[in-house]
């Protein structure tokens, strides 16, 4: 596993999340996380699954 892998392997349904590489996407929250799919409803569009082999999602504590 890489970094990117490592980091994105500790998401868990109910975290929030941005994707760095898209921050138009807005404030996601994370409904599934399974061997490096990880499938998030992002505030401005929609249910979005990403690669969490290719991108590494922040986690955003601003929201608890």
């Known amino acids: 596993m ?3 892998s490592d980091l994105n392997a500790l998401l868990e349904p109910g975290m929030f999340v941005r994707n ?3 921050p138009e996407w807005g404030l996601g929250q994370v ?3 399974i061997e490096g799919r990880i499938t998030v409803n992002f505030s401005e ?3 979005q699954v990403i690669d969490g082999r290719r991108i590494s999602l922040e986690r955003d504590f601003s929201i608890s």
């Open 20 to 22: 760095p590489n898209a």
């Open 31 to 33: 409904q599934s996380n």
């Open 45 to 47: 569009v929609g249910k």
């Open 2 to 4: 890489d970094d990117v």
